[in-house]
């Protein structure tokens, strides 16, 4: 049980800086106007460092036997560059690369420490509380800057209070299978990034906005589904939702408002945890590290074209290959998923 209330702190103190700060966060808007930066500039170089972060860990993490000392080691370069951020928006750059190397070590410690039938719940626990969290600061947003920045980043505090676990070492090459699940993530969250980058405008010109702690209940719900009833459905469950969100779209903004944050709590769970249950002990940075890109990745791509594209000209390639990745998600065999399953799966390794 230590080992859950651990992961999900990490998920909390991860998740609860990302979305109040560089991820589209209330205080990087802010910074953003009060430096009058190029947002398109400041948020490509976040994205483009965290992936940068995430394919460093990556390669290097597996070769590390104390990683959790590591991660607090970064967290005093966190906090500084939040702060140089305010004067110079370059500074985002450290930010997104040290956040690349901790949500590797995150899932890493997912993997090694925390029980397969678990880490759905344990996760989604962490993230909802994110959610929480991102919902007070909101409604705090008449503070000035500094403070807004000190409070993002007293969840990462949190970290100093995990134990040191040691990784031993092991030679382990990645699950190969890994491609079967990553295509299908791939395609949702590019889809999702170019989509919602078209559709976000309409929905705010509306007045339409789906309320976080709405997001963060279906994410609770979808960490139990994932570890009581099956990892695949909770995915495809998500690329539904968002194939769904599409149709709707040019007849009913609030139905497809609901129903993109609903993909997104879905998919969400399974992209951040099907890594670490597919992972194989000594390889899990690695295994972690690559569907960690697929995620960002298409993150990246889907904000850089998402002004290239039309509503009208893309939606049916998108509704299709949303399609597509459902039905190759339903082909691929299930991860273990309760104990007696665990240990056979071991068992044939």
């Known amino acids: 049980m230590r080992s859950e209330v651990n992961g999900a702190l990490l998920t909390f103190s991860y998740g609860s800086f990302l979305l109040t700060y560089p ?6 808007i802010k910074i953003v106007e009060a430096l009058n930066a190029n947002p398109y500039e400041f948020f ?26 590591l991660l607090k080691v970064t967290i005093p370069v966190l906090i500084s560059s939040a702060f140089l951020t305010i004067f110079n928006h370059l500074a985002i750059f450290a ?3 040290t956040m690349g190397v901790f949500i590797v070590i995150l899932g890493s ?17 962490g993230a909802f509380m994110s959610n929480v969290y991102l919902f007070l600061l909101t409604k705090l947003t008449f503070l000035n800057l500094p403070v807004l920045v000190l409070l993002s980043i007293l969840p990462l505090l949190l970290v100093f209070t995990i134990p040191n676990e040691n990784f031993e070492l092991r030679s382990s090459k990645i699950n190969g299978k890994f491609v079967y699940f990553s295509l299908p993530v791939f395609v949702f969250y590019f889809v999702g990034g170019v989509m919602y980058g078209i559709m976000e405008k309409a929905f705010r010109e509306a ?23 099956d ?5 495809i469950a998500g690329l539904i939702a968002l194939s ?25 769970v399974f992209a951040m945890m099907i890594w670490a249950d597919i992972s194989r002990v000594g390889s899990e940075a690695k295994q972690y590290g690559i569907g960690m890109l697929s995620i960002t990745l298409p993150i990246y791509l889907g904000f850089l074209l998402s002004e290239s594209f039309s509503f009208q000209l893309s939606t049916t390639i998108m509704i299709v290959l949303l399609v597509l990745s459902a039905f190759l998600l339903g082909s ?9 399953e665990y240990l056979r799966w071991l068992a044939r390794r």
């Open 23 to 28: 991820n589209f966060g209330p205080i990087s």
């Open 44 to 69: 490509s170089c976040f994205y483009l460092s965290h992936v940068l972060g995430i394919a460093f860990s990556s390669i290097f993490l597996d070769r590390v036997e104390k990683r959790i000392r």
């Open 95 to 97: 930010i997104g690369f």
């Open 109 to 125: 410690y997912f993997a090694r420490f925390i029980k397969p039938w678990r880490r759905g719940k344990t996760f989604a626990f």
């Open 207 to 229: 007045g339409i906005s789906t309320h976080v702690l709405f997001y963060a209940t279906l994410v609770i719900l979808a960490g139990i589904v994932y570890d009581k009833v």
């Open 231 to 235: 990892r695949k459905i909770v995915a």
């Open 244 to 268: 769904a969100s599409l149709l709707l779209f040019p007849s009913s903004l609030v139905y497809s408002a609901h129903l993109i944050q609903s993909s997104y709590a879905f998919v969400d």
């Open 332 to 340: 691929v065999e299930e991860p273990a998923t309760t104990p007696e």
